[in-house]
């Protein structure tokens, strides 16, 4: 429901990242997103980067309403919706690979945290590699690419997921961040035939189902996802290629 | 013959729930979903001329008897919407909604939507948030019978006129509607409406007010049919709060020979099949034998 929630803390996670946390009543899994106001500017949905009685989201700075949001400061107000979606859906015993992309990273770690699953971050350069710390608190074996090769594995997180799929025995891969990226990692899971469950992004006004400008395939992001299984995702024709924007008008990705 | 089936004029529905206007029907994808979830037919998102982003967000609000919008007619443009009525005409029918500032904007548009396909076209006329459209030119009595009979005048499908609550003159406008060739009245759209946030001290919609939808409406709407049911000859169409079979007796007996769902698609994707089982029951159970039997029930 609508909420106006006091910031409790900021975090700085990276030079264009951060993660803002607050109070806030009622039930959130894995998975799931809120509609964040900042009022006088925007509303948008962010995944949720914990989901206990404290919630958090985690914003990189790269529009009007992300950077409005860095300017906030403890004890400032917001505006939340939600939480919507379905989150994701694992079992206990499932072995999972999770890949976070970029500020991807920040929807997986409630799931992270829940099951200590491997996981893999990928990032451009050393610089923007985010909350490494706070996933190796979870997760036994932490994994991070680098497009540029400035930190660890040289390369990007689809080409580490590929060896450490065929390294070890996973059940599913989990993964969230770029559509590019996901396109690519589930074309991979897709091939070897490994169960995978990825969170999309779309433009969004109502995020509750109703109004459909969020909509790939004639899914809604906001209400049938944003977390879509390899199943699903291979029906997708707009995956990886078109997206829409605000006026419903279609726009390559 | 299936029970559910009903006639609007000569259109002809195999089940008398539609998709409203403005819910999951931005895209050709979006709509063949909904047929194949259960819709009758599936009324598109408003279009105009030219491509529209829509307000800025907060463009909606959730209350728990209802939904508060201000979305402010997002449309990608006649021009560009043909691609979507080709996948969607393809798998049932699509009323087409278009939104204009004048009558000879919306009979251009029309005719476009009637080459693309559509089986009918609605008329905005009552859209509270985007100005100089919709509820601006739906209350002037003589400018919507100027549009009806220009837009009537232009295509051959039947043309529907979606009306608003906001005025004390329904039936007037409904008449107009009448007067000037309109196949059909649709009733009703939203209430214009208004959320405050304390702590900001600034309303919440980026457009200050907008349109209240869902379950309050309910029977706002249901008053509308059953005085235009008095008013009018032509046939109706129910729209505004309805969330079961229930609901939608309540209009179709107001006087409705068909009704739209909106609001309630948000929480359950699967609401036509929900509503149509249970109106198809009501109907064995209560002994009537077509729609038409249940129309105006309520005024005898």
């Keep these: 429901m609508n909420d106006i929630v006091k910031i409790t803390s900021v975090k700085k996670e990276s030079a264009d990242t951060k993660t803002f946390e607050f109070k806030m009543d009622g039930k959130a899994t894995a998975g799931q997103f809120v509609m964040v106001w900042i009022p006088g500017v925007d509303e948008i949905p962010m995944s949720l980067s914990s989901t206990g009685e404290t919630k958090s989201i985690t914003v990189k700075a790269i529009g009007e309403a992300t950077k409005a949001l860095h300017e906030l400061k403890k004890n400032d107000n917001i505006g939340i919706r939600g939480p919507y979606g379905n989150g994701f859906k694992t079992k206990k015993k499932d072995r999972i690979l999770v890949v976070g992309g970029g500020v991807g990273i920040a929807a997986l770690i409630p799931l992270i945290r829940e099951t200590g699953a491997d996981t893999v971050i990928g990032a451009r350069n050393k610089k923007e590699v985010i909350m490494e710390d706070e996933t190796k608190k979870y997760s036994k074996n932490v994994w991070v690419s680098t497009d540029d090769g400035s930190y660890e594995y040289h390369g990007n997180a689809v080409q580490l997921m590929k060896e450490k799929l065929a390294a070890k025995k996973y059940d ?82 | 013959m299936s029970l559910l089936r009903t006639c609007i004029g000569n259109l002809e529905l195999e089940r008398p729930g539609m998709v409203a206007s403005g819910i999951m029907d931005e895209t050709g994808d979006s709509m063949m979903r909904m047929i194949k979830l259960g819709a009758g037919a599936v009324v598109t998102k408003s279009v105009g001329s030219v491509k529209r982003d829509g307000h800025v967000n907060p463009s909606f609000i959730e209350f728990p008897f209802g939904y508060l919008n201000a979305m402010g007619l997002p449309n990608p443009g006649i021009d560009d919407f043909k691609d979507e009525m080709m996948i969607a005409t393809k798998a049932g029918t699509i009323i087409a909604s278009v939104f204009a500032s004048s009558p000879k904007e919306f009979s251009s548009l029309a005719e476009r939507m009637e080459i693309f396909g559509a089986s009918a076209v609605e008329l905005n006329l009552s859209c509270p948030h985007a100005k100089g459209y919709g509820i601006e030119m739906g209350t002037d009595v003589k400018m919507v019978h100027k549009i009806v009979s220009t837009v009537k005048n232009t295509v051959k499908i039947p043309v529907y006129a979606k009306l608003t609550p906001n005025t004390h003159i329904l039936a007037d406008i409904g008449k107009a509607v009448q007067d000037a060739g309109g196949d059909a009245v649709v009733a009703i759209n939203t209430l214009k409406a208004m959320s405050i946030s304390p702590e900001f001290a600034m309303p919440v919609l980026s457009n200050r007010f907008g349109g209240l939808s869902g379950p309050a409406l309910r029977p706002i709407g249901v008053r509308a049919i059953y005085d235009l049911r008095s008013a009018l000859e032509i046939p109706l169409i129910g729209v505004g709060g309805i969330c079961s079979w229930r609901d939608a007796a309540e209009y179709i007996m107001a006087g409705a020979s068909a009704f739209q769902v909106g609001s309630a698609i948000a929480s359950d994707i699967n609401i036509f099949k929900k509503i149509n089982k249970g109106l198809e029951c009501f109907m064995k159970e209560f002994g009537y034998s077509s729609i038409e039997k249940m129309v105006g029930a309520a005024h005898e």
């Design chain 1, 172 to 253: 599913m891969v989990v993964a969230c961040g770029p559509e590019v990226m996901l396109y690519y990692a589930h074309k991979e899971c897709a091939e070897l035939g490994i169960e995978c469950q990825m969170s999309l992004e779309r433009y969004m006004k109502c995020g509750a189902g109703l109004c459909g400008s969020c909509v790939i395939d004639g899914m809604r992001i906001c209400e049938d996802g944003p977390v879509f299984d390899c199943k699903q995702i291979s029906k997708l024709k707009e995956f990886g290629k078109i997206k829409r924007d605000p006026s419903g008008a279609k726009v390559s990705l």
